[in-house]
């Protein structure tokens, strides 16, 4: 069965700050995509970055990035220079066929 | 400019009653999809369409229904509803590009259902 485990119920840090959330995902597959969404208390549920599988390189959006390790089946999301914006739920995902979700990170942002 | 739309945004409802919830998306994608996100915040698949055609139907009790009118339109109608019927129901649509299903997933601002 595929599997996505965040196994940080809940992450803080202080604004400025860098801050990562860990995400690891079982999978016989091989052709797939990674996601990270983002659930503010708005509860619209946000992307925030995606990593094709066959891409070695780590996926970049400004302040977020990825660290993709394959082998491993490790895909983590890292923040830098946090702001109180970034304060949310944070869900990795999966795909090959359908959109499979971790359990997901609160991410609190400390002024 | 909505990309993704939903109706209602909050839905209370009686045990027993038939309720539906409609999606709508401007973003000429193919795909759409329900999602139900429980009190724990764990977000499962239950229904997928592409232009119209079921493609993915999850372990869901038949109470469930979707329906695609068009390919920018999918709706949910509940029968019967119960207790773990409440939840928050969130609609999606991606354009199968080269990655097929595998594409972007683009969310609605949800629905929350409550079943008292």
């Known amino acids: 069965a595929q599997t996505v485990t965040q196994s940080q119920p809940e992450m803080s840090v202080q604004e400025a700050e860098t801050v990562t959330l860990s995400c690891t995902y079982d999978?016989?597959?091989?052709?797939?995509?990674l996601f990270w969404y983002k659930q503010p208390p708005s509860r619209q549920m946000i992307l925030v970055i995606r990593?094709?599988?066959?891409?070695?390189q780590n996926a970049t959006e400004n302040r977020f990035s990825v660290n993709f390790q394959k082998a491993a089946k490790s895909f983590s999301l890292k923040i830098s220079d946090s702001q109180l914006g970034d304060a949310a739920m944070y869900f990795c995902a999966y795909n090959t066929d359908k959109l499979i979700f971790g359990t997901g990170t609160r991410l609190q942002v400390f002024p | 400019d909505t990309a993704v739309s939903q109706t209602p945004k909050y839905l209370v409802t009686q045990m027993g009653n038939d309720k539906s919830i409609k999606c709508e998306q401007n973003?000429?994608?193919?795909?759409m999809y329900w999602y139900k996100q429980d009190s724990k915040k764990f977000l499962k698949i239950m229904f997928s369409y592409n232009n119209k055609e079921l493609i993915i139907n999850e372990t869901v009790p038949n109470r469930f229904s979707p329906k695609s009118p068009d390919k920018a339109h999918l709706n949910l109608h509940i029968n019967s509803l119960e207790l773990g019927d409440s939840a928050v129901y969130f609609c999606a649509s991606s354009f199968p590009g080269l990655a097929g299903t595998r594409e972007t997933q683009y969310f609605g601002p949800g629905t929350r259902l409550l079943v008292l």
């Open positions: 990593q094709e599988a066959y891409k070695q």
């Open positions: 973003l000429g994608h193919d795909t």
């Open positions: 999978t016989s597959e091989s052709d797939y995509y």
